[in-house]
């Protein structure tokens, strides 16, 4: 893609060259920079796409993967793709030639392409062989019953000793088939040496979007084959080559043609389990044994629902007794019996029992099937979540809690939701009760989403993700249907726009039809649904034409979600969508035109990031009602209109390009602003801004992002009561003397980040701050020249213990230079004088819990004495290519570390050892290890119990090892031959390095 780039922007900077009239700009020869850059940049788009040819050719076996280095490299590649792009917007620009070859700008561009084009050279192999985990074990709740644990054993008999090729699991919705299923899964990985692999089907699947599942879980890349059946081979081929494997298709809901998926039952390899709602589909597929799940025994209920009660709630006799008539009401179904424990959670009082049991029974009383029953006790729960429960309901009389839990069902099946995007959309529905800030919206948000978790009708994964039970999500279907209506057509695959006739009804009050391969919307097409207010049309990425008419008769429309399509313009219907509140086009990257937005006073949320439009929609003056604007990463070249900003009075959140200069008094006229992204002039602005925050008389928390002009990038919070100040100072390499004085800032900062700088010493900024004791958070990022972070004289380190000792977490990343975090102690030889004794531990950062270390390539130890990581609680570190040593020790003897919980190693090549003494973690819950090939030793004391036998650490939860990795590990030196036997239970094997996020410092960032 570069090299199609370079021609016509090269071109046009060398007409902007001859047209500025010079040949050298500053004492710099700018034609030969110029020639220089266009031929490094060719070299570099040659290279690149020999990479990625030779990578992708060679990842189509699933038994190689690119390595990491090769990864990072692509990515700084289409780093400096986007820059060259940006370049083509700005050449026009007035003053461009100046700024570009003028300053540092071209030459420090080209001094990078050269070095990725150097680095290239020294590849060598680009791909690593994969050794293939046999899968990742899953959490899972207990099993309860008698025919669970029965059914377990039978089904284990099969795979294992009978190998039965096809086996189908079937029940009703909610009995327990994928809890059932991934017991099977768990035990196959703990007791046999089966692969295997797991893949979720769901109601809305196509064989494409299947293949592509299976395929990805196999490690076989099929992006570059559309025909179905030779994607069908291409699998059969990869499955033959497998040893034994077991593969789960879970929630399968109608006949899939297996030769379609690469025909696994035809393999001897192979053994198939599938769950579904259906035995008629166990039968249609093939299944050679069929295993019923069933509901559960009254008693097996009970213990399920007490159990889900939790020991908090304690109930006296008699309302044991109304809990236990309860527990029947759910008809032995596990997800109901949880849904409505989980209701009841903290209840103690009789009569609130009382009346909920006869709530529950009325409710299910008039219903007929079985499955209405479920659909029943279900929706009990849905009403419970209204503390005034009335059984019928108008759509006024949902609460807002109900109403956040039917606006999930619009997302796709097995859709995991960000927390964060699913309380904006709270946000802009309006479906909390109003608050004077957003953050306090957002704390609202949250507090919505864990009570609906509590009570159990939304799961929570590990990474705080949410998402529905399926037979929840159809609940709220069911609900939906009536009043208010809902159409939810995401994810089937949709290829053209539902008919107008059978979706788009008088009635409807929102539809989703987000991610389908939809490709236009053709004219003529006019729905009539006068009161549909959300419309989400979002990751339609082939959809390139929206037709004018098509909004003509939505006059009710409130929400419009276009963002991740690939549309060139936005119809000029929409301008007359009087009653919108949020239009998010978002990563609409071909996007160039907007109408006039003038008549959509309601506006509150306007989002037009990572769009191609240059200049801002007209009619923007008048949308006096916004709270939200995004302009970010957007080719606009000319500043805002003056006096537009201050027309916005209610805006809390503001993101801007960095090609916009911002006059200071149309920040400063924004008194409810609580984030900015964007540019002043000067320092003096940026102060005179911090100055005028203080003033406002009960301000509200602030998060600002300022790039300053020509060169230094500051970004702080601010917050009432100084509980959170952060700041990250980016100098874009410049050298220290250049940068921002940190005493403007009249706040104790709590966060601190140096970014870009050249020869930055710590020892002289640190007395810049207002006060040195606040620090809590230090990070510095990609700085040059730094080769350690305090030199160790005796008398600086004196100095520096007081400003350091309060610092908690010091993050290090691409600091290129860095030998150590602290230099050897300077002393003066003296052959014939007798060597003074060692200082004392100064306990220079003797509150530090957190160091993380990564990319930083010329450091061979850690640097820190051990006094310093006596309260450590967490140590990260992560392509430092050279380091041979992380904590200094001697051979035999014993290193404490006593609060140390969290230890990742990854990416370090020539690590030999990880302390030569044996290290005490008392505290040690979690190990995570990456290629470290050289490393010999796991030099974990283990203690001795009842007459020397050994035990793992108390807290010890999870030893980590990427899969390619195994044989490393296998190979590891034990100081007894029980060690690796103790330590074997709390194995793990993942493919991704950075599988445990907390690794990445750098992504949880606290402002």
């Known amino acids: 893609m570069l090299d199609k780039l370079l021609e016509p922007i090269f071109s046009a900077v060398g007409q902007k060259l001859v047209d500025f009239g010079a040949d050298k700009i500053k004492g710099k020869d700018s034609k030969s920079i110029l020639k220089t850059l266009k031929r490094n940049l060719k070299s570099l788009s040659a290279k690149a796409s020999d990479v990625e040819e030779q990578i992708n050719n060679g990842e189509q076996s699933g038994k190689k993967k690119r390595k990491r280095e090769v990864e990072n490299w692509l990515e700084e590649v289409k780093v400096i793709e986007a820059e060259v792009r940006a370049l083509g917007n700005e050449v026009q620009e007035e003053g461009f030639i100046s700024r570009f070859f003028g300053g540092d700008q071209a030459t420090e561009l080209n001094e990078r392409v050269n070095d990725l084009v150097e680095e290239s050279r020294h590849f060598g192999e680009l791909l690593l062989t994969v050794y293939e985990t046999r899968g990742t074990p899953m959490l899972t709740t207990k099993l309860f019953g008698k025919a669970f644990d029965e059914n377990l054993e039978r089904i284990w008999k099969c795979v294992v000793i009978d190998k039965v090729p096809t086996i189908g699991i079937y029940g009703m919705g909610g009995v327990g088939k994928t809890t059932l299923t991934k017991h099977i899964y768990n035990r196959l990985l703990e007791k046999t040496q089966y692969r295997v692999y797991w893949v979720t089907v769901s109601h809305e699947f196509s064989i494409n979007k299947l293949q592509d599942e299976i395929a990805k879980v196999i490690g076989l890349d099929l992006s570059a084959e559309n025909d179905e059946d030779k994607r069908s081979g291409l699998l059969n081929i990869a499955l033959s080559r497998k040893k034994e494997f077991v593969l789960v298709l879970d929630d399968v809901w109608d006949n899939i043609s297996l030769i379609k998926v690469g025909n696994p039952q035809s393999l001897e390899s192979a053994r198939l389990i599938i769950t579904t709602r259906s035995l008629e589909v166990c039968r249609q597929i093939g299944c050679k044994e069929n295993f019923i799940v069933e509901t559960l025994w009254r008693d097996e209920a009970w213990d399920l629902f007490q159990e889900t009660l939790g020991q908090e709630t304690t109930l006296s006799p008699r309302v044991k007794e109304i809990a236990k008539s309860m527990a029947k009401e759910c008809y032995g179904l596990p997800l109901g019996i949880i849904t409505v424990a989980g209701s009841m959670r903290g209840v103690t009082d009789i009569h609130v029992w009382r009346n909920t049991i006869t709530e529950l029974k009325e409710s299910i009383l008039r219903l007929d099937g079985m499955e209405d029953k479920v659909f029943g006790v279900l929706k009990y729960s849905f009403d419970r979540l209204d503390p005034h429960y009335k059984r019928e309901y108008k759509r006024k009389e949902y609460t807002k809690l109900q109403l956040c839990f039917l606006y999930c069902s619009l997302y796709p099946e097995d859709y995991y939701l960000k ?367 730094v080769e350690c972070i305090l030199s160790r004289n005796e008398q600086q380190l004196i100095m520096s213990r007081e400003k350091l000792k309060y610092i908690e977490e010091i993050h290090l990343r691409l600091l290129r230079d860095l030998m150590c975090v602290v230099a050897n102690l300077e002393i003066e030889e003296d052959v014939f004088a007798t060597p003074p004794p060692p200082p004392p531990p100064l306990g220079i950062f003797s509150s530090l819990r957190e160091l993380s270390i990564q990319d930083c390539h010329k450091m061979k130890k850690l640097g820190l004495p051990l006094p310093d990581l006596q309260n450590l609680e967490s140590l990260a570190v992560g392509m430092c290519y050279e380091i041979e040593e992380i904590i200094q020790g001697e051979i035999g003897g014993i290193v404490s570390l006593p609060k140390l919980k969290k230890l990742y190693l990854a990416d370090l090549p020539k690590l030999k050892s990880i302390c030569e003494a044996t290290m005490v973690c008392n505290s040690i819950e979690l190990i995570s290890l990456g290629h470290c090939p050289l490393l010999k030793k796991l030099p974990l004391f283990l203690p001795v119990v009842d007459d020397h036998v050994c035990s793992p650490p108390p807290t010890l939860q999870r030893i980590s090892v990427l899969k390619w990795d195994k044989e490393w590990w296998e190979s590891l030196e034990w100081d007894h031959s029980t060690h690796k036997d103790i330590l074997q239970p709390f194995l793990f094997f993942h493919e991704n390095q950075f599988e445990i996020l907390e690794f990445n410092h750098w992504s949880k960032t606290p402002y």
């Open 419 to 785: 927390k964060d995007e699913l309380i904006s959309k709270f946000i802009s529905e309006k479906l909390m009760d109003k608050r004077k800030t957003r953050k306090a919206e957002v704390d609202q948000g949250h507090t919505i989403i864990d009570r609906l978790v509590n009570v159990c009708l939304l799961e929570i994964d590990a990474f705080y993700h949410v998402k529905m039970h399926d037979l929840v999500r159809e609940m709220a279907h069911k609900i939906t249907r009536g009043n208010p209506k809902f159409m939810v057509l995401a994810r089937l695959s949709l290829k053209e726009i539902p008919s107008e006739e059978e979706y788009w009804t008088e009635d409807l009050e929102k539809m989703s039809l987000m991610e389908n391969e939809i490709s236009e919307i053709p004219e003529g097409m006019s729905p009539n649904c006068p009161i549909l207010s959300t419309l989400l049309l979002n990751k339609n990425r082939k959809l390139t034409l929206i037709g004018d008419s098509f909004f003509s008769l939505l006059c009710g429309l409130c929400i419009l979600d276009l963002s991740h399509t690939n549309i060139t313009k936005l119809p000029d219907s929409v301008s007359e969508l009087k009653r919108l509140n949020a239009l998010n086009l978002t990563y609409c990257c071909n996007l160039v035109f907007v109408p006039n937005l003038g008549k959509l006073t309601a506006l509150r949320e306007l989002d037009l990031s990572v769009t191609a439009i240059k200049e801002v929609p007209q009619g923007m003056e008048n949308l006096v009602n916004l709270r939200f604007l995004s302009l970010q990463y957007i080719p606009i070249v000319d500043m805002l209109m003056i006096g537009l900003l201050p027309k916005f009075k209610y805006l809390q959140c503001l993101y801007l390009p960095n090609s916009i200069q911002v006059p200071v008094e149309e920040i400063e006229s924004l008194k409810r602003l609580e984030k900015f992204y964007g540019r002043v002039n000067s320092v003096c602005d940026l102060n005179r801004i911090i100055q005028f925050r203080q003033s406002v008389q009960g301000y509200y928390t602030t998060c600002f992002h300022f790039l300053i002009t020509p060169g230094v990038e500051l970004k702080m919070e601010l917050a009432v009561g100084n509980d959170h100040i952060a700041v990250v100072v980016n100098g874009f390499f410049l050298i220290r003397r250049e940068v921002i004085d940190l005493t403007l800032l009249e706040h104790d900062i709590q966060h601190l980040e140096y970014k870009s700088f050249i020869g930055l010493s710590l020892l002289d900024e640190l007395p810049r701050l207002n006060n040195p004791r606040s620090l809590k958070t230090l990070r510095i990022n990609d700085c040059r020249e």
